[in-house]
């Protein structure tokens, strides 16, 4: 089973800067996807990122404000733009291996 | 589109006691259904999955559970509850059959399980 880190595991950021969250795998997988958990809320697919191709970002979700890099099969991050405090919440990266296994979260907190 | 309910967003069990948390889905096609765990501060944890086959599934910590088509649904349940089974539960769901919705997870809005010794 795939095994996730990300870095870092959590901040405390000030309006209008940005952060990105690196998300490593130990093994090459094809499919990763980000996710954000506002508090108190269920997982919300932001985008999935494939390796080669442009992030297909999901209804409500735009480039300019959460921009995916994925430069190989095994690591991708996600940018957190000009943020406000309604961005605080937990961003999950995840893989495809038969079932999705998830990194253990980056809690981001925006004053 | 493809979407899950979880019903509850509490349940409270003694320990000993057969713990059950609702799920109930909605897919075009035949889904393939998941159950993640939350604990405090930490990521997902895979539970179990349906793909196909038989409709009772049993995954990890002695969790297991039954998907039923005829009523859409897919609850977790395990037989005598731990203290330690306290977490948040996701049910989630993926129809397979539609390209577009290719490996894409739809979350519940989460079920908060509290054991009490």
């Known amino acids: 089973s795939a095994v996730i880190s990300q870095k870092p595991s959590r901040d405390i950021c000030q309006r209008g800067t940005s952060l990105t969250i690196q998300c490593q795998v130990d093994?090459?997988?094809?499919?990763m996807f980000w996710y954000r958990q506002q508090p108190g809320q269920s997982l919300t697919l932001i985008a999935t990122a494939n390796q080669g191709s442009e992030a297909t970002y999901e209804s409500g979700f735009v480039i300019d404000k959460f921009p995916i890099s994925r430069p190989n099969l095994t690591f991708s991050t996600l940018t957190v733009s000009n943020m406000s405090p309604e961005d605080s919440s937990i961003y999950l990266c995840s893989v495809e291996e038969a079932r999705q296994f998830f990194g253990p979260g980056t809690r981001l907190t925006v004053l | 589109a493809q979407s899950v309910a979880q019903p509850e967003d509490q349940v409270n069990v003694a320990e000993g006691n057969p713990l059950t948390v609702k799920c109930t889905y909605s897919v075009s096609g035949n889904p393939y259904l998941f159950w993640y765990v939350q604990y405090p501060n930490r990521g997902l944890q895979f539970l179990l999955k349906?793909?196909?086959?038989?409709?009772l599934v049993k995954g990890s910590y002695g969790f297991e559970a039954e998907f039923n088509k005829s009523q859409t649904s897919f609850h977790l349940k395990k037989p005598s509850a731990l203290v330690s089974d306290s977490a948040l539960y996701f049910c989630?769901?993926?129809?397979?059959?539609?390209?577009?919705?290719?490996?894409?997870?739809?979350f519940g809005a989460g079920t908060t399980v509290t054991v009490r010794a």
């Open positions: 989630a769901v993926r129809d397979p059959t539609t390209v577009i919705n290719d490996y894409k997870l739809s």
């Open positions: 349906y793909i196909t086959g038989d409709n």
């Open positions: 093994s090459q997988v094809t499919m």
